[in-house]
């Protein structure tokens, strides 16, 4: 099949691009030094790709993603990042632990309770080092962990992720910035224990020489947004669409605010010729358009650029592998939801 | 079950308040007068309680849901209010008019054509009415129409979406515009015939008197950027989420911008004492936010109102429907893809 002729909105990855990406990424932090993000992409056999470059551990969002992750075979090691209280869904992963080693966060008495009452056998700390988020106080992980540790649970170490540093402007800024929350995570480290210190995303992969391990997921597919940051990462995905009605004053294609993600603002929309295009607005499921040069026809292929990968994954069921212009590969979207 | 038992992030439609919206619309705009717009909650349920308020004919985004309609035996009269160009969802659509009464918009001769290849049986011209989106100029419809009679196809009459003038802070300036639109729209109409008139949209649901059905769609649900319309529609559906994390300063609940479309901006986030709250911002599983009065505790749960629910509700497999805190129903979202 050609791409051109698959039906839009069409989530389109790109192999050549996809491969770059992950060898560039593996180069810096190769086999277990990267522990990459599965929420990024939610898709069991780009995780397959990743395991393939070397990296056998992953991070989770959902319980869903990690049960996901088992079933596929790919639960050698699956940290779920993040604070679960459902009983059902902690007692789920609990099973789970007889085919994949699976290490749960906690950050509070609340969560390492839970997660003990459902059997889960591993956890890690989850520390605040700045943003606003989950993480307990550095001071009070160590109080966490001995929670853990009575309760019978292994503690892995601590993890801590700097969200708010992903995205600055000045460089030498952001390594100050980031070695200011490192300190933070290692002092609870100190506190904690463990052979684990994970942290870091796609924005400061560069800047971690002090942990054992980075969380980065972006950096496989990249957008609109990450790709401004001079990282040497390529957008890999991309919405394909069709113009469905065009006029002189501006075009409209089939890729509406249903097919991507708009927390980071619009997307780029480009003609397949690379030309560049106006973006005026998105609605449900449309994009009303204006060419730079010369107009659009009825039927013209245009190729979308969200801005934020990790949620546009999140809205199709499937993912198209090209080569070029050949679709070599159709992956399902197998890990969405909670 | 109860409501608080539901594992988070939940979407939860309220029955009460979805039976008072769908009854306050009906009054205004009984029967055929409205064709309600099922892209809004994508949910064949959901359409089922509109036909049992009397409303037969639906109206549809996508070929997805005009064939989960059809499958669902909602298929009565089913309008395709966008522009379709692919081969092989024209051709299911045209399959599926053996059980069902599949109308499908045109604007071009392009489209013209990929439905008369298809074998699809009725047509609707889309008359642009001054949204920069799909839609024919208003002189140009009788030549669609004919074209779409050359090829043997019923022209059932014209559409034209005023989205532009769904929201307008003065109340006689919107009239006023509406009014221009619908003049656009009827003058197309002189030149293709047929017995529909279809415009409107919840937004301008109030302002037309010169139509034959008005395709409201979001009245049922509604969103906290049509709750400030001053309309008779109440949000009926919210994200119920659970703090994960709490601490002094503010607290994080477990619902992010994979689970609400953030482009109509962040969501309201209330306790379940219905105390407000500052929603400092969402990332992909979670919100940060400061109640007004007190402290959250781990373990709580929000309520969260979506700023925009059409693509809220793709988010989503399942709507929970509740009275009062009893968990009555537990509706699939059937209807979303394309």
Chains 1, 2 share one sequence.
Request: hydrophobic letters at 45%.
């Amino acid at each position: 099949v050609n791409l051109l002729e698959l039906p839009t909105p069409a989530l389109v990855i790109d192999a050549d691009v996809l491969e770059y990406n992950l060898t560039a990424m593996a180069r810096v932090h190769p086999g277990s030094s990267l522990r990459p993000h599965v929420k990024a992409h939610k898709c069991t056999a780009l995780a397959a790709l990743q395991r393939e470059e070397g990296h056998h551990a992953f991070t989770c969002a959902t319980p869903r993603e990690v049960l996901g992750m088992v079933a596929s075979g790919l639960g050698d090691d699956l940290l779920l990042a993040n604070e679960v209280l459902d009983p059902a869904r902690l007692r789920a992963l609990a099973a789970a632990q007889d085919h994949a080693r699976i290490t749960v966060a906690v950050d509070s008495a609340h969560t390492v309770d839970a997660a003990a009452a459902a059997g889960i056998r591993a956890v890690l700390v989850d520390v605040n080092v700045g943003l606003p988020r989950c993480g307990c106080r550095p001071d009070e992980a160590g109080r966490i962990a001995d929670l853990a540790r009575r309760h019978g649970m292994e503690v892995r170490g601590v993890m801590g992720y700097e969200g708010h540093l992903m995205v600055l402007p000045d460089a030498e800024d952001q390594r100050n910035r980031v070695d200011d929350a490192m300190d933070r995570l290692l002092a609870a480290h100190e506190l904690v224990g463990g052979p684990v210190v994970s942290a870091g995303g796609t924005g400061t992969y560069h800047l971690h020489r002090r942990v054992t391990e980075v969380q980065a997921g972006s950096y496989a597919l990249m957008d609109s947004h990450y790709a401004t940051l001079g990282h040497p990462f390529e957008q890999a995905c991309h919405v394909y669409g069709t113009v469905i009605s065009a006029n002189p004053k501006f075009a409209v294609a089939d890729v509406g605010l249903k097919a991507l993600a708009m927390d980071h603002g619009n997307p780029t929309v480009e003609t397949l010729d690379g030309q560049g295009t106006d973006v005026w607005f998105l609605s449900d499921e449309h994009v009303t358009f204006v060419p730079h040069t010369g107009v659009a026809e009825v039927g013209d292929r245009v190729r979308v650029g969200p801005a934020h990968i990790d949620p546009t994954m999140t809205m199709h069921e499937v993912a198209w592998l090209v080569r070029g212009h050949d679709v070599i590969d159709r992956w399902a979207i197998d890990l969405r939801g909670w």
